[in-house]
Every structure is written in C-alpha cells, then in structure tokens.
C-alpha cells in the first residue's frame, strides 16, 4: 500500500524559478491538504481540496497555486519561487474533512529557496 | 496566540522510564489526534480522541474536554520510540485543524 506518495523528496531552487510538487493518494480519499513545516511553527495548511474540482485557501496560501486533477492527485505551484518558501512540505488526505477522520501523510518534500 | 500548545517542547528519558507529553488548547474540538514524526520526517498519526482514553500497546492517550487538556503517555519507552509528537484539534466552530509545535522524544539506551 502506497499510501500517499510526494515527489520530489528534495529540491533546491533559486529565487525566482518555479517549479510544482506532485501529491498521490490511493486510498480513494475524498480530501486532499497541503501544509508547510517551518521550525518552532506547527504545520499550517495551505490549500485544500474537498473533492476533485474544489479547492479553498488555507492559513498560508500567498505564493502557491493548487490544482485537484483528479481523485487521486493534488499538486502544489510555486510560481516564482521567494526564499521564505523554503520549508518543508507535506501532502496529506483524508475521508471527509471531519474531526474524526484520521489524515494520512506524504513523506514530505525538503524544499530550499537560494 | 497558539490555540495548541504542548509541553516540554524537548525531552530526553532513560530506556525504560515513564513518559508524559502535555496538550492544551483553546478552541472547542469535536477531537484531538496525536501524531508522530519521525527523524526521516514522515507523519503517521497515533490516536484520535474525543472523550476518555485510548491505549495502543504501550502508548496512552487521554483526554480531559472540560479542562481542555490531553496526555500522551508512553510506557516502557524504547530508543524506538524517539521522534518528534505532534498534537492537533479539530475546530468545531473553524472546521479546520490547530497544530502544536510539536514535543521532541530522545530515549537514551
């Protein structure tokens, strides 16, 4: 069982550039987030896609751009990539986004903005 | 202002010895998970509560609503069990998850 699978693992980019991370589930999830890991921060949410074709802003969505393509993939834009988007990046999805619905984890994208 | 806040922030044990991570928060929850990162940085999550408490092989969850408050306890601990614990609430007015900064676990051989 996949689970949720994030590519890449790792990226360095220089300010400016662009560049997409990409966001599998195959556990048929309705929900689909995006959030951002910085240091001495808790994980603050960015996008997230109810179901395919829906996406709402997050705490932190300034600078990114989403796209739900389908159930299964959710995909996370930086257009123009500024050094305080170096962070690390997790993809999560869950069944409804309902307390009592656990979410399940991508392994994470290092992502370091020179 | 963090509506999730956990204690200690760093903790190191003896293999062995009894283990607390505090949880408080300040919002209304329909519920709280526990979640566990891991060095390699995955997150899995451990618990989801809403009332009482949980058990999962040595690690104990419990949950006091009125006290807005949650333990993690970890039994027997193990250098295993070191990685970083991350608590989050479910918002029932914000329909939106809180995050702690997490609390990080060392267990020393």
């Known amino acids: 069982n996949a689970g949720v699978t994030q590519t890449p693992k790792f990226q360095v980019l220089k300010t400016g550039q662009s560049m997409t991370l990409q966001c599998a589930q195959d556990?048929?999830?309705?929900?689909m987030y995006w959030y951002r890991q910085d240091p001495g921060m808790g994980l603050r949410l960015i996008y997230y896609?109810?179901?395919?074709?829906?996406?709402d802003k997050g705490e932190v969505p300034n600078g990114y751009n989403v796209s739900r393509l389908n159930k299964r993939e959710f995909s996370l834009r930086l257009e123009s990539a500024a050094p305080s988007q170096t962070s690390v990046y997790f993809c999560?999805?869950?069944?409804?986004?309902?307390?009592?619905?656990?979410?399940?984890f991508g392994d994470g994208t290092r992502l370091s903005i020179l | 202002k963090n509506e999730v806040e956990q204690s200690p922030q760093n903790l190191t044990a003896q293999e062995g010895e009894f283990i607390t991570i505090n949880c408080s928060y300040s919002?209304?929850?329909?519920?709280l998970h526990w979640l566990q990162q891991h060095p390699g940085g995955g997150i899995v999550s451990l618990f989801m509560l809403s009332s009482g408490k949980k058990k999962h092989g040595r690690l104990i969850a419990t949950i006091n609503i009125q006290e807005k408050h949650s333990s993690l306890h970890i039994t027997a601990s193990h250098p295993r069990d070191s990685a970083v614990y991350i608590c989050a609430v479910f918002s029932n007015t914000g329909n939106q998850f809180y995050f702690g900064t997490g609390t990080s676990l060392t267990v020393i051989p």
């Open positions: 919002v209304g929850i329909s519920a």
């Open positions: 999560a999805s869950s069944l409804p986004r309902t307390g009592d619905q656990p979410q399940h």
């Open positions: 556990m048929n999830h309705n929900s």
């Open positions: 896609s109810a179901s395919e074709g829906t996406t």
